[in-house]
């Protein structure tokens, strides 16, 4: 039986490693960014500034973009009562951090135009529950609003980029993709994508992909060269770190592939900021985190 | 790379003096306004501070109320091509010294910049906590009823370093970079990727 002030505690202190603290595969991949640059240029001085400030973060637990995101919550649980004790924890725990000043106010209601001052509003937070025969796990990941802003859906075959329905169509894509973004996402930034699915499930699953550290090879040996043919050629455009020119424009890419209806061809592209806020636990029988994921 | 100080508010004199490329150490007092306070100068609202030579600052601060004053904790900047629309008109109206943010902003924005003597300087996005370490001071909050991250914060800085990128000659290395990439991308279209 899940203790809810075991809950409350382990949710609250998910949601604020995430917002905190740079995962350590995307500080290991900045890191190596941080070599290939050249001394005295503003891509280096830049990608100085950034792990400086991820530092900085870490060390005195604040959040490491004042853009805190809007929070996407996975639950894995086996299906009973237990779930309403999590979304009770996640609202309040949102409640809290914003308090205490480790979330920003980032819920405006569009017809009033009022901010609702503690990141719950309709349809927020998105918490999304998976049923799960093993121990309940909990993920969440806080994307920022640029980020999102040149995140984009392509409909394939698309004219003007001549891209058709296969893989070297979702190439071209992903990379107008990049080159639309320019800095105007964070870059260096991390890509999840999703070949296929619809308008909704696309979206969703390039987000959730995000998920996935860049150390990890894709399962599949296609995907996988998709991948890093999807780096090697954004990081050629030349638009490196917050778009001011070098040759760290991604830190990765993470595909996905989704059943598609055979009238629709989408390829969506979840664009992450370098400062990738998410995190992942595993919850025991009584809501404490057993470990992190 | 020399550093060249810089204190908020500033004269157009110091702006049209100042390169694409030239990094600062920025000083002084410095205003934010985002999304919802571009909007409402941008169609008559009177700015409750005098925006003059001062440093308009795209940011929606993380802040915690200390008693009766505040604390910023997180202050990186927004993405200004959002103000598009808004920006030229802001700064042919209130006579800003400096646009700061992050990823340069377009057309209008390097023509009024140009008219009015006014650069764009650059902080890197995400930078949230180094560059709160150089706000030394929350002076004033204006507009509060457009929600905490959008009103107009009064900052006293010290020492924070930004870039122009582009400047009151009409240049930017956001449009160079853009352009530079573009013919990459169009090479990169036509090699075709084998599976």
């Known amino acids: 039986m899940m203790n809810e002030i075991h809950l409350l505690s382990s949710v609250t202190e998910l949601m604020e490693k995430a917002c905190t603290m740079l995962p350590d595969d995307v500080h290991a991949a900045l890191s190596r960014a941080l070599e290939t640059e050249q001394e005295g240029s503003i891509a280096r001085d830049t990608l100085k ?7 900085l973060s870490r060390e005195r637990g604040i959040p490491l973009c004042q853009d ?4 996407l919550i996975i639950v894995r649980t086996f299906p009973g009562p237990a779930m309403f004790a999590i979304e009770t924890a ?23 135009g009022r901010n609702t001052g503690d990141n719950i509003g309709e349809h927020v937070p998105q918490i999304h529950f998976l049923p799960a025969r093993e121990a309940t796990s909990i993920g969440v990941m806080f994307k920022g609003g640029g980020s999102e802003n040149v995140s984009t859906q392509y409909a394939l075959p698309h004219t003007g980029l001549g891209a058709d329905r296969d893989l070297d169509g979702v190439r071209k894509c992903v990379l107008d993709a990049a080159f639309q973004a320019q800095g105007k996402g964070c870059s260096p930034g991390i890509l999840g994508i999703c070949i296929g699915g619809d308008r909704a499930s696309g979206y969703l699953i390039a987000k959730e992909t995000l998920f996935r550290r860049l150390d990890e090879r894709n399962p599949s040996p296609v995907l996988a060269k998709l991948e890093d043919a999807i780096v090697g050629q954004a990081n050629s455009l030349g638009i490196g770190p917050m778009g001011l020119g070098g040759s760290t424009t991604l830190l990765g890419a993470r595909v996905a592939s989704a059943g598609r209806h055979p009238a629709c061809y989408f390829v969506t592209v979840s664009y992450s900021c370098w400062a990738t806020r998410r995190a992942r636990i595993e919850l025991d029988e009584k809501g404490r985190i057993r470990r992190w994921l | 790379m020399a550093l060249t100080s810089l204190t908020s508010p500033l004269s157009p ?10 990094q600062v ?19 008559g609202g009177g700015s409750p501070v005098d925006l003059r030579g001062l440093v308009i600052y795209h940011c929606g601060p993380v802040t915690v109320r200390q008693g009766d004053t505040w604390r910023v904790t997180a202050a990186g900047p927004t993405t200004s091509m959002r103000e598009e629309p808004y920006e030229a008109r802001v700064i042919q109206t209130h ?26 300087l650059h902080l890197t996005g995400g930078a949230a906590s180094f560059i709160a370490g150089r706000i030394i001071a929350v002076e004033e909050v204006h507009l509060l009823e457009f929600g905490r991250p959008e009103a107009m914060w009064v900052l ?3 020492d924070l370093p930004a870039l122009v990128t582009m400047d009151a000659q009409g240049r930017s290395l956001h449009h160079d970079i853009e352009h530079a990439s573009q013919e990459i991308l169009k ?6 990727f084998s599976s």
């Open chain 2, 187 to 192: 090479r990169l279209l036509n090699t075709p």
């Open chain 2, 95 to 120: 006579h800003p010294g400096a646009i700061m943010g992050k990823g340069g902003m377009g057309e209008a924005t390097r023509a009024a910049l140009q008219s009015e003597g006014c650069v764009y």
């Open chain 1, 49 to 55: 500034t950034i792990l400086q400030s991820a530092r």
């Open chain 2, 156 to 158: 006293k800085v010290e």
């Open chain 1, 90 to 112: 996640v609202v309040e725990g949102l409640r809290q951090l914003t308090e205490r000043g480790i979330l920003r106010q980032n819920c405006v209601d569009p017809v009033t």
């Open chain 1, 68 to 71: 805190t995101g809007v929070p």
């Open chain 2, 13 to 22: 004199e110091t702006a049209r003096a100042l390169r694409t490329g030239d």
């Open chain 2, 25 to 43: 150490l920025l000083s002084g007092r410095i205003v934010t306004a985002r999304d919802q306070v571009h909007k409402y100068l941008a169609s």
